[in-house]
């Protein structure tokens, strides 16, 4: 004790906090953890899969270890153990947070299925027991991770040929938007693996009832089978080419809606094409009501028949259509995001759907090439004033403030008049020209 005191170890207020901030870093961690769930709306951390969560809590915990083992205290011994279990939990506190998700979800699923419709259950259970065995589902098991933003499914189908089988496996991999999927003989058919598909693992029967019968399915373990039916999936033609490509054919449009429901993205871009050539002036209610059945399909994967699919919404839309504006500006908005070219067409009906939605990217598009555009900003007409006006301040290009002038000429209201009047001692002449010009043709107005 005489050697304590004389260390002044006794009343080290020092050392006590330096012990107090690393065990208090640590209750921050463990705090995050323990709040992170979907409910609460932290999901920061359960949305990342186990490796990313334990590099974070590993960053937090040895920062706290280090500061609690260099706390200068007399117990040293007790500074150091509490170190090491600081070090421990921070590598399983992953874990505890991945078994207690595991657990919520487990709770939130048999609620579900106390809930669900009886249809429903007697479509997961029917069948009578399953075709395929463990060992045959055992390279989908192989690739089950422990991640909360990923899942998969092993889907078996029978009466399988290679055709079909790389069809379906397009299809399904399409349809859930997985990474990837692959197709194993398994039976008289295919086990289709669809790995990495984003979200958590849900019931996907009415999607696989699209395909044939449900025959045995266990949702929880994202495993089904299947009796396939060739004609309900629309693999197969029922109608000539004749039928399909002649507007005055009686059965046309039947063949054609019929091939929209096809899983064959080649075949559902040829019916899509051929309807908006013809534009037929028959049954174009059900026409549209296909058409947005299938965009509710993804489509990213297959660019061609998206495209293909909106330009015919486009022809049989209706005079004030909120649905088909909804696809067009979901399509245009991802093909403007990637600097892809859009069909005129698709352009032109949502200026006239929503204007206001659209004067920002017509501008935008405008600026880059005003040739091509200039017949889309004129059907903006003065409500792509203001932001024009404000590119005219902002630049020097002279390409871009003659075509301003020549836009303000035509559809520019008094309010532009202080914004151009500058441009009338402007030093080129055609400058010069063309805001005298958009004056003139304000003050006439």
């Known amino acids: 004790m005489g050697q304590v005191y004389a260390s002044g170890h006794a009343f080290n207020v020092a050392g006590t906090l330096r012990l107090a901030l690393g065990i208090g870093i640590f209750a921050v961690c463990a705090f995050i953890f323990l709040i992170s769930d979907k409910d609460s709306g932290v999901t920061f951390l359960t949305d990342d899969d186990i490796e990313t969560q334990r590099v974070f809590s590993m960053v937090f915990c040895s920062v706290a270890a280090v500061v609690i083992a260099t706390a200068p205290v007399y117990y040293k011994k007790l500074t150091k153990v509490l170190a090491v279990c600081v070090l421990l939990l921070g590598w ?54 422990a991640s909360h933003r990923i899942s998969h499914y092993a889907i078996y189908m029978d009466k399988q040929d290679s055709r079909s089988r790389d069809i379906l496996r397009d299809a399904l991999g399409r349809l859930l938007q997985a990474e990837y999927t692959r197709a194993y003989s398994r039976a008289n058919g295919a086990l289709f693996v669809c790995s990495n598909v984003p979200g958590e693992r849900r019931n996907i029967s009415s999607l696989l009832n699209r395909f044939g019968t449900i025959t045995y399915a266990v949702p929880d373990k994202g495993v089904y089978e299947v009796d396939f039916d060739m004609e309900k999936a629309n693999l197969v033609s029922q109608y000539s080419p004749e039928v399909l490509s002649s507007p005055m054919h009686a059965s046309y449009v039947t063949a054609n809606l019929s091939e929209l429901r096809c899983f064959d993205p080649i075949r559902v871009r040829m019916a899509a094409r051929s309807l908006a050539n013809s534009n037929v002036q028959v049954l174009r209610g059900e026409i549209r009501r296909a058409l947005l059945d299938v965009l509710n399909d993804p489509w990213a994967s297959e660019p061609d028949t998206y495209a293909a699919l909106i330009d015919a919404i486009v022809v049989y839309s209706n005079a004030s259509d909120k649905e088909s504006t909804q696809q067009c500006y979901k399509y245009f908005q991802a093909r403007h995001a990637l600097k892809r070219d859009v069909n005129k067409n698709v352009i032109r009906f949502l200026i006239l759907q929503t204007p206001d939605t659209m004067v920002s990217p017509v501008v935008e598009l405008w600026s880059e090439n005003s040739v091509e555009l200039g017949e889309m900003l004129n059907l903006l007409g003065f409500r792509a004033q203001a932001i024009l006006l404000s590119k005219l301040k902002a630049t020097d290009n002279i390409r871009l403030i003659g075509a301003i002038l020549k836009y303000i000429e035509k559809h520019g209201t008094k309010d532009a008049l202080p914004a151009v009047e500058p441009f009338l001692d402007y030093s080129d002449s055609i400058i010069r020209h063309a805001a005298r010009s958009a004056v003139e043709a304000i003050q006439a107005r």
């Open 92 to 145: 399983f506190m992953p874990n505890m947070l991945e078994a207690a998700l595991d657990s919520e979800m487990e709770k939130k699923r048999a609620l579900m299925a106390e809930n669900a419709p009886a249809g429903e259950q007697i479509i997961q259970s029917e069948g009578g027991g399953a075709v395929l065995t463990n060992a045959d589902l055992q390279v989908f098991y192989s690739q089950k991770t």
